[in-house]
Nanobody, 116 residues
Framework: VQLVESGGGLVQPGGSLRLSCAASGFTFSSYAMSWYRQAPGPERELVATISSAGRTTNYADSVKGRFTISRDNAKRTVYLQMNSLKPEDTAVYYC??????????WGQGTQVTVSS
């Protein structure tokens, strides 16, 4: 099983980034996919979730209206489009897969830094 994130980097406040997470080794279309983030500190914050078929999405209040989660089951990839980025969005962003049987997988993370 692998979840490989990409697309992180350094961006100025107000800018945009698109994160991708490529999945392999499990039945991608049977898993809900989420993005989490972790700034320095112990807590990992749930940012956005998309259902297995892509019909339902949920967002943290802090990113509503700015971030969009989407998925392409044919490409086994989930995306996070991040617009109007703020310094407080700086964190390591992790991809997560979870199914109804509570099988769960994590990616290795990609750093997003929002700074002028």
């Amino acid at each position: 099983v692998q979840l490989v994130e990409s697309g992180g980097g350094l961006v100025q406040p107000g800018g945009s980034l698109r994160l991708s997470c490529a999945a392999s080794g499990f039945t991608f279309s049977s898993y809900a996919m989420s993005w989490y983030r972790q700034a320095p500190g112990p807590e990992r914050e749930l940012v956005a979730t998309i259902s297995s078929a892509g019909r339902t999405t949920n967002y943290a209040d802090s990113v509503k209206g700015r971030f969009t989660i989407s998925r392409d089951n044919a490409k086994r990839t989930v995306y996070l489009q991040m617009n109007s980025l703020k310094p407080e969005d700086t964190a390591v962003y992790y991809c997560n897969a979870k199914n109804v049987f509570r099988n769960e997988y994590w990616g290795q993370g990609t750093q997003v830094t929002v700074s002028s």
